[in-house]
């Protein structure tokens, strides 16, 4: 499966130590320069810094072959680049935080998740724990919705609660 992502969704997972889903999920992701220069840049995390100096295997750096278009004005250029490269690669999902890439992606027909998504197909694997995940999500600068976090918790917490035997139907 090809998989393309923005630096987003790789700051946050290596933040939270759960870069390690990515290669278990999808195999071998893509991403575009700019997103790597997103990475390396002064202000992101040191973390995220020397995890992206020795780039592991599976995180593939490719350059998009095209230039993005006037659709993509207004997106940051890590967002355009990944967007174009998972076009260009026809590549199965493209890993998106940003809520107007994330519309403008699906408006360009392609396959969006985001940091919370891959965390919780990660969860339904058994990769991790998602409230504790979630807990210390809550520590960083996301700016992702707490209900969204609480919507997710309460179905994975459904997803684990075993069922009783006069709840099945027979």
């Keep these: 499966m090809r998989i393309v992502a923005d630096s987003s969704p790789l700051r946050y997972l290596r933040l939270l130590a759960c870069e390690h ?10 991403i575009p320069q700019a ?7 002064p202000h992101t995390p040191t973390a995220v810094r020397a995890w992206i100096a ?5 995180l593939a750096l490719q350059a998009i072959a095209g230039q993005p ?15 174009v490269l998972a076009r260009e690669t026809q590549a199965r999902l493209v890993l998106l935080d940003d ?6 992606a699906m408006a360009q027909g392609l396959r969006v998740m985001g940091t919370v998504g891959v ?4 969860a339904r694997r058994g990769s991790v724990d998602l409230p504790e995940v979630f807990a210390r999500l809550a520590t960083t600068n996301s700016r992702i919705r707490r209900t969204l976090l609480e919507e997710i918790l309460a179905r994975d917490t459904e997803r684990r609660r075993p069922s009783r035997p006069d709840e099945n139907p027979t």
């Design 35 to 41: 997103v790597w220069r997103e990475l390396q840049h």
């Design 69 to 83: 278009e006037t659709a993509l004005e207004g997106l940051e250029a890590g967002e355009q680049e990944a967007i």
């Design 119 to 122: 965390l919780a197909q990660a």
């Design 21 to 30: 889903v990515l290669p278990v999920l999808f195999g071998r992701v893509l």
């Design 54 to 58: 020795v780039r592991p295997a599976w």
């Design 99 to 104: 809520g107007k890439a994330r519309d403008v």
